[in-house]
């Protein structure tokens, strides 16, 4: 199986949610799941570990057989605990 990975500016991506997620109503407290079409899945971990230290968590989450943080339109892993 060859997947095709489209390059993204993480360091882009990461300043950006920090930027939005430091307002009202969000801030430290907030918990946060990165999901993503599978082009961008491999970005996740890293954006991950850079935003841990600034959120309550901060999750890539999985939908067996899909990898971790990949999303379809037809599938979305389910988040515990999460209204």
Not at 3 to 10: C, N
Not at 19 to 31: C, M
């Amino acid at each position: 199986v060859r997947q095709v990975e489209i390059a993204i500016d993480t360091s882009h991506l990461i300043a950006s949610l920090r930027l939005a997620l430091s307002q009202p109503p969000f801030g430290p407290h907030t918990r946060l799941a990165l999901c993503g079409t599978i082009q961008f899945a491999g970005c996740l971990p890293a954006v991950r570990d850079a935003l841990a230290p600034h959120f309550l968590s901060v999750l890539v989450p999985q939908c067996k057989p899909l990898s971790a943080g990949e999303t379809l339109g037809c599938t979305s892993p389910n988040l515990a605990g999460v209204a």
